[in-house]
């Protein structure tokens, strides 16, 4: 599967798309951006008059890129009109802030994918190539729960 | 190993990630991971994956699917074991 059919495959739309690109794809990882437009909704109120990206809207960003869009493309052919993606454990750390108009780059690495569950480690870098924001992301994506 | 202690080992590896002490404290061969531990199938997944890591042994999808109870597991296990 092709890069850009990942991402037609998500079962996300705006404001809930936080999947710009994908830049490369294997049996073992994933790598994507998004950038945090400063129109988004949340900076109106987190905080009052000092925008910062909430750490649950990162932690989705890692699980659409890094957990969700793997599983798409693992998943390749077997990827069926009843699939269906729930999101089932996290455990981050949120190293620096993430600002209005920054674009993140995720990284994924495949720790399995087995009986319907992956579990893989994210990183979270900045432009500058900083790490924002790591830690382990699981879910099950399967035709059955 | 018997029965007794394989159901014993089993049941330190669901330990984790049962949110049901009374049902844990009463844990027989009919207990069901799903119904009586409360056990999501994310979890399921952990314990499987624990079991093979324990004894050594590889869990098809299909005994995987009917790994829902300790009285089956059990049984899977013992002939998985049997076969090595």
Same mark, same amino acid.
């Given at each position: 599967?092709?890069?850009?059919?990942?991402?037609?495959?998500?079962?996300?739309?705006?404001?809930?798309?936080?999947?710009?690109?994908?830049? /490369?794809?294997?049996?073992?990882?994933?790598?994507?951006?998004?950038?945090?437009?400063?129109?988004?909704?949340?900076?109106?109120? /987190?905080?009052?008059?000092?925008?910062?990206?909430?750490? %649950?809207?990162?932690?989705?960003?890692?699980?659409?890129?890094?957990? %969700?869009?793997? *599983?798409?493309?693992?998943?390749?052919?077997?990827?069926?009109?009843?699939?269906?993606?729930?999101?089932?454990?996290?455990?981050?750390?949120?190293?620096?802030?993430?600002?209005?108009?920054?674009? %993140?780059? %995720?990284?994924?690495?495949?720790?399995?994918?087995?009986?319907?569950?992956?579990?893989?480690?994210?990183?979270?870098?900045?432009?500058? *190539?900083?790490?924002?924001?790591? *830690?382990?992301?699981? *879910?099950?994506?399967?035709?059955?729960? | 190993? &018997?029965?007794?202690?394989?159901?014993?080992?089993?049941?330190?590896?669901?330990?984790?990630?049962?949110?049901?002490?009374?049902?844990?404290?009463?844990?027989?061969?009919?207990?069901?991971?799903?119904?009586?531990? &409360?056990?999501?199938? $994310? &979890?399921?997944?952990?314990?499987?994956?624990?079991?093979?890591?324990?004894?050594?042994?590889?869990?098809?999808?299909?005994?995987?699917?009917?790994?829902?109870?300790?009285?089956?597991?059990?049984?899977?296990?013992?002939?998985?074991?049997? $076969?090595?």
């Amino acid at each position: 599967m092709n890069l850009n059919e990942i991402i037609k495959q998500l079962p996300y739309s705006k404001p809930f798309l936080f999947v710009d690109e994908l830049l /490369h794809a294997d049996e073992n990882g994933i790598t994507g951006t998004y950038t945090f437009s400063e129109d988004l909704d949340f900076y109106k109120g /987190h905080f009052k008059d000092n925008p910062v990206t909430p750490g %649950v809207i990162l932690t989705e960003t890692m699980a659409q890129i890094g957990m %969700v869009c793997l *599983g798409i493309y693992l998943l390749g052919n077997d990827l069926k009109k009843d699939t269906v993606v729930a999101f089932t454990s996290a455990d981050m750390q949120f190293l620096k802030p993430v600002y209005p108009n920054e674009k %993140v780059t %995720v990284t994924s690495q495949k720790t399995f994918f087995r009986f319907g569950k992956l579990k893989c480690e994210v990183v979270m870098k900045n432009e500058a *190539g900083i790490e924002v924001c790591k *830690g382990i992301v699981a *879910g099950m994506i399967t035709t059955k729960l | 190993m &018997n029965k007794e202690e394989l159901t014993a080992q089993l049941k330190v590896i669901i330990k984790p990630y049962t949110t049901n002490t009374d049902a844990y404290e009463n844990f027989t061969e009919d207990t069901d991971f799903i119904k009586d531990l &409360n056990i999501n199938s $994310a &979890n399921l997944v952990d314990i499987i994956l624990d079991i093979e890591e324990t004894f050594d042994i590889v869990i098809e999808n299909t005994d995987m699917e009917r790994m829902l109870d300790v009285k089956t597991s059990v049984v899977i296990i013992e002939t998985k074991l049997a $076969a090595k």
